[in-house]
């Protein structure tokens, strides 16, 4: 009676919503349980039909859906998998807690039993439970997330990395789904040519909708739950790979706005890892027009430490990558955002442990025009970051291979630092690399030090003649008179303000 009486509380839905629901086209497997649970209606329609105010009797062949699973014999067990399952299709409204809270707590009790049972790993999932298992997920977890507020400010990737991520109201309710979804997956009695039907390329597509979700935690449960399915359903990999590559190609060419590219992209560093020698073509044009392009939004602070790990995932695979690595970086190399410069150095630096000289000399030249750039940077942690790459000894050993090359490309940036730059943290450690390239060829060194005081010179001549030009123009633009709409030149003293 008690259980009756549950039941009777739930929400009643007609056959036609139940049709209406199954024809969904966002939800495939809803279309294939239907048809399904049509064709056996024949079997159940002798059997009690206590649980058809929450779903078709056919579907759940006559088995109450609350008895526990230790009270049925093994023979119906895999039917009361189904009743259970189906029975947590119904949906509920988890923003007003007030509401349905028996039927709420029912489900959540049937949804713990339903993950103990897959967790037992007891009997072979049949085809209709793996139907019923799809069409469950489906309905609870495949959604349209809400618009974000923050969607329209003016200084989206500066301030994101600083906001405080939204939660699902519905998520203790979710977790176990997703906990239930990923012991599925799983489990050894899962027969994945079977279930490589339903968990398809639709499901996939769906599933990977999902992580453009707010909350980090249902982040994180995806990015396991598509890692599983990676491994287990070989004949998904190209596809899965492929729509990887355009949600990154959306994200960095289009939107710039997506909250799941961490994730994703440590995804990728577990399936580079995973990559045959040698390397694929596809997978060279993955590095090349996604990884190398993904350093260029504003956002990339975001994500860095998993882009940084995929790439230097490939250059292990294949040093000879370096180089073309090297100038991809070099190409989206940041002007005016200080923070991304200190990151990209970082990344340059691991980079350079595992560069072999052969691809380093090819990159030399204007690797180390950007690395001056950035010891003459203004902004001293920019400076400082540079200046450190000279603690690494593979980095050094380099340098003293190709001195000849590279101290003449450094050594003006050495020079304007020692004389000119304001922070001493800088200024001690620009003095120690001119002490490190002296010792190592003072020939050179002195060769440098004579050619950059020669052209020191030359700019200051010419900054003379420039002045000397300029001044002969003003004198004779001044003696000129000034008639109708004619322009005048104003004299910086003329023009100056005292302070």
């Given at each position: 009676?008690?259980?009756?009486?549950?039941?009777?509380?739930?929400?009643?839905?007609?056959?036609?919503?139940?049709?209406?629901?199954?024809?969904?086209?966002?939800?495939?497997?809803?279309?294939?349980?239907?048809?399904?649970?049509?064709?056996?209606?024949?079997?159940?329609?002798?059997?009690?039909?206590?649980?058809?105010?929450?779903?078709?009797?056919?579907?759940?062949?006559?088995?109450?859906?609350?008895?526990?699973?230790?009270?049925?014999?093994?023979?119906?067990?895999?039917?009361?998998?189904?009743?259970k399952?189906?029975?947590?299709c119904?949906t509920f409204?988890?923003?007003?807690?007030?509401?349905?809270t028996?039927?709420?707590?029912?489900?959540?009790q049937?949804?713990?039993?339903?993950?103990?049972f897959?967790?037992?790993?007891?009997?072979?999932f049949?085809?209709p439970?793996?139907?019923?298992?799809?069409?469950?997920?489906?309905?609870?977890?495949?959604?349209?997330?809400?618009?974000?507020?923050?969607?329209?400010?003016?200084?989206?990737?500066?301030?994101?990395?600083?906001?405080?991520?939204?939660?699902?109201?519905?998520?203790?309710?979710?977790?176990?789904?997703?906990?239930?979804?990923?012991?599925?997956?799983?489990?050894?009695?899962?027969?994945?040519?079977?279930?490589?039907?339903?968990?398809?390329?639709?499901?996939?597509?769906?599933?990977?909708?999902?992580?453009?979700?707010?909350?980090?935690?249902?982040?994180?449960?995806?990015?396991?739950?598509?890692?599983?399915?990676?491994?287990?359903?070989?004949?998904?990999?190209?596809?899965?790979?492929?729509?990887?590559?355009?949600?990154?190609?959306?994200?960095?060419?289009?939107?710039?706005?997506?909250?799941g590219?961490?994730?994703?992209?440590?995804?990728?560093?577990s399936?580079?890892?995973?990559?045959?020698?040698?390397?694929?073509?596809e997978?060279?044009?993955?590095?090349?027009?996604?990884?190398?392009?993904?350093?260029?939004?504003?956002?990339v602070?975001?994500?860095?430490?998993?882009?940084s790990?995929?790439?230097?995932?490939?250059?292990?695979?294949?040093?000879?990558?370096?180089?073309?690595?090297?100038?991809?970086?070099?190409?989206?190399?940041?002007?005016?955002?200080s923070?991304?410069?200190?990151?990209?150095?970082?990344?340059?630096?691991e980079?350079?442990?595992?560069?072999?000289?052969?691809?380093?000399?090819?990159?030399?030249?204007?690797?180390?025009?950007?690395?001056?750039?950035?010891?003459?940077?203004?902004h001293?942690?920019?400076?400082?970051?540079?200046?450190?790459?000279?603690?690494?000894?593979?980095?050094?050993?380099?340098?003293?291979?190709?001195?000849?090359?590279?101290?003449?490309?450094?050594?003006?940036?050495?020079?304007?630092?020692?004389?000119?730059h304001?922070?001493?943290?800088?200024?001690?450690?620009?003095?120690?690399?001119?002490?490190?390239?002296?010792?190592?060829?003072?020939?050179?060194y002195?060769?440098?030090?004579?050619?950059?005081?020669?052209?020191?010179?030359?700019?200051?001549?010419?900054?003379?003649?420039?002045?000397?030009?300029?001044?002969?123009?003003?004198?004779?633009?001044?003696?000129?008179?000034?008639?109708g709409?004619?322009?005048?030149?104003?004299?910086?003293?003329?023009?100056?303000?005292?302070?």
């Amino acid at each position: 009676m008690m259980l009756r009486q549950i039941l009777s509380k739930l929400p009643r839905k007609s056959s036609k919503t139940d049709s209406a629901e199954s024809a969904r086209p966002e939800s495939p497997v809803t279309q294939q349980i239907s048809n399904g649970s049509s064709a056996g209606s024949g079997k159940s329609s002798n059997g009690p039909k206590r649980t058809s105010v929450v779903f078709p009797a056919s579907v759940v062949a006559g088995i109450e859906p609350l008895v526990p699973f230790k009270d049925v014999p093994n023979a119906e067990k895999m039917n009361l998998f189904v009743s259970k399952v189906s029975l947590c299709c119904v949906t509920f409204d988890f923003s007003d807690s007030s509401k349905n809270t028996l039927e709420k707590d029912v489900k959540r009790q049937t949804l713990l039993e339903l993950v103990d049972f897959v967790a037992a790993g007891s009997m072979r999932f049949s085809e209709p439970a793996i139907l019923a298992m799809c069409r469950m997920c489906a309905v609870n977890l495949f959604r349209v997330f809400p618009p974000n507020y923050r969607s329209n400010s003016s200084s989206i990737g500066e301030n994101d990395e600083n906001d405080d991520p939204m939660f699902d109201p519905a998520w203790p309710h979710l977790q176990i789904v997703y906990d239930l979804l990923l012991r599925f997956i799983n489990s050894t009695c899962l027969d994945a040519k079977v279930a490589k039907k339903y968990i398809d390329h639709s499901f996939i597509l769906r599933l990977l909708d999902l992580f453009d979700t707010e909350d980090p935690r249902e982040r994180e449960c995806l990015k396991t739950i598509l890692h599983r399915v990676y491994g287990k359903f070989m004949v998904h990999r190209p596809f899965i790979r492929k729509s990887l590559s355009n949600i990154f190609y959306r994200f960095v060419f289009e939107t710039e706005k997506h909250n799941g590219i961490a994730e994703l992209l440590e995804i990728f560093g577990s399936i580079i890892s995973g990559f045959a020698m040698p390397l694929k073509e596809e997978h060279k044009i993955f590095l090349w027009r996604v990884l190398i392009p993904l350093h260029k939004p504003k956002s990339v602070g975001v994500y860095f430490q998993q882009l940084s790990y995929c790439v230097i995932q490939f250059i292990e695979k294949e040093p000879r990558l370096a180089s073309m690595v090297m100038k991809g970086i070099l190409k989206y190399w940041p002007i005016t955002n200080s923070q991304k410069e200190v990151m990209f150095l970082g990344e340059l630096e691991e980079i350079l442990e595992a560069i072999s000289m052969v691809e380093f000399q090819k990159i030399m030249v204007p690797l180390f025009w950007r690395i001056g750039c950035c010891i003459n940077s203004f902004h001293f942690q920019v400076a400082e970051r540079a200046l450190f790459l000279w603690n690494n000894d593979q980095i050094v050993n380099l340098i003293a291979h190709n001195r000849l090359v590279i101290l003449p490309i450094i050594f003006p940036a050495l020079e304007k630092n020692a004389h000119n730059h304001w922070n001493q943290g800088v200024l001690n450690l620009t003095l120690n690399i001119r002490k490190m390239f002296s010792d190592m060829d003072e020939a050179l060194y002195l060769a440098c030090l004579d050619q950059f005081m020669e052209d020191e010179e030359k700019q200051i001549l010419l900054a003379e003649q420039r002045k000397e030009a300029w001044q002969r123009l003003e004198y004779a633009a001044s003696l000129k008179p000034v008639t109708g709409n004619t322009a005048v030149l104003v004299t910086p003293l003329a023009t100056s303000i005292a302070c």
